[in-house]
């Protein structure tokens, strides 16, 4: 944080001034018994998202999708671009170091359809899917060493296993034995739609984040737009949620501002998508109450965000109440009337003071005005006022 350019004693005249709280303050619980709480510290027997985080990939096939590419074509999709994104969202803090098997496709024993995955795959189906690769893998005197994560990706031709799961452990051979905290059963849509971000995505929940797109059925932006790949994958600013990187490890306390109490506090912040910036500050929490913060971070086109034409300073709310795929993450769009740059409706939801979106957001729901006061070369300053 850097104060404003307004001299002190007229802070004391003119607002009561809020004072910021210590970090930690800000560091909303998980709730237990909310599925994939977005809070801190929830106990999901999570792969680590700092140090090395282990990865083991195998390739399946089947006698009714013979593959027929190479298992180094398929690992080449995945690595080392997959790995290479968690190295830049993470500032450096997470090696994903995945070790593939490419001696063969080991073949699976029952076909692509009796394995469910177009008929909405149970917990139970998805299990015997990866308990039979194991033990396909396991007939031919390979034996596996527990990783955090195990990698089951099927060949291309096995569109009846159309989609891209986690598996959220543990994962286990047929005769229990525990060979990873989780699994990913890379499908179909990865090789047509997500391609090296589908493990980025599956990956996230491995580390304990929720789903941002709606599990209803709705638009898959519904809530966050393209601004967090655990959203949409394919949007134009994937990288993780400021949020996100806090709980994960990868922003460090003092690179968070957390703000509770009436009053009005000016902050400047860096973009969360570059490692360093001249103020250290790269994300406001503005905590409501024990289970919901409204939080705002700035956006560039940096890193993981190369890709994204908007830059400023996007705002969303966290409510840790919320399960997996209902909303627990929502981004507050400043120009809801129009689309922005990349042509989808959240597109301009930050704040800027080019005129690319609004300059001020005012959140009744929260007591709170947000302005964007200073654009300074990468960094903005935004003026927060709680009522
Ligand atoms: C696999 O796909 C290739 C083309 O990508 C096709 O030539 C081949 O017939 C397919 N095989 C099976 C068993 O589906
Ligand atoms: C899988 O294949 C085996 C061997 O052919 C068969 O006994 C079993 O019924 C099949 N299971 C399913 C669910 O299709
Ligand atoms: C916390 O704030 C949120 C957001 O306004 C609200 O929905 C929720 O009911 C509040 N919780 C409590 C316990 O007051």
Not at 168 to 185: D, E, F, H, I, Q
Not at 210 to 226: C, I, K, L, R
Not at 340 to 352: K, M, Q, Y
């Amino acid at each position: 944080m850097r104060l404003a350019t307004i001299p002190a004693f007229a802070w004391g005249f003119l607002f009561i001034e809020s004072s910021l709280a210590d970090p930690s303050a800000c560091k909303l619980p998980a709730i237990a018994d909310v599925d994939l709480s977005s809070g801190f510290g929830g106990d999901y027997d999570s792969a680590p998202s700092l140090g090395t985080m282990t990865g083991f990939m195998i390739f399946v096939d089947f006698i009714d999708a013979v593959a027929s590419e190479t298992t180094e074509a398929l690992r080449d999709i995945f690595i080392p671009e997959g790995p290479d994104w968690f190295s830049t969202a993470s500032f450096g803090k997470l090696d994903h170091q995945i070790t593939a098997d490419t001696s063969k496709f080991f073949r699976m024993p029952n076909d692509t359809e009796s394995y469910g995955f177009t008929r909405g795959l149970t917990w139970e189906a998805h299990n015997r899917y990866i308990q039979d690769a194991l033990e396909a893998y396991e007939e031919k005197c390979n034996t596996l060493k527990p990783v955090d994560i195990l990698y089951v990706v099927a060949t291309k031709n096995a569109t009846a296993i159309s989609f891209s799961p986690t598996f959220m452990g543990p994962v286990t051979t047929r005769s229990g034995v525990k060979v990873g905290k989780k699994a990913v059963t890379i499908g179909y849509d990865a090789y047509v739609k997500w391609f090296s971000k589908v493990l980025n995505h599956e990956s996230g929940h491995a580390m304990g984040l929720a789903d941002y797109y709606p599990f209803s059925g709705g638009e898959t932006g519904m809530y966050v737009g393209g601004w967090s790949l655990m959203g949409y994958i394919n949007g134009a600013s994937p990288d993780y949620f400021a949020w996100d990187k806090w709980r994960l490890g990868w922003l460090q306390d003092e690179q968070v501002d957390c703000v509770s109490g009436a009053g009005k506090t000016t902050h400047t912040l860096s973009p969360m998508d570059t490692p360093e910036g001249n103020s250290q500050t790269k994300v406001v929490v503005i905590k409501k109450n024990e289970t919901s913060a409204l939080i705002a971070e700035l956006r560039s086109s940096n890193g993981n965000n190369a890709g994204s034409c908007a830059k400023g300073v996007l705002l969303y709310t966290v409510a840790t109440n919320v399960a997996t795929g209902t909303g627990p993450v929502v981004v507050l769009d400043s120009s809801p009337d129009s689309i922005g740059c990349d042509g989808t409706p959240f597109g301009n939801a930050p704040l800027a003071l080019d005129g690319s979106g609004a300059s001020s957001y005012t959140s009744s729901e929260f007591g709170a005005t947000i302005e964007v006061v200073e654009q300074d070369g990468e960094e903005f300053t935004i003026e927060v006022e709680l009522i």
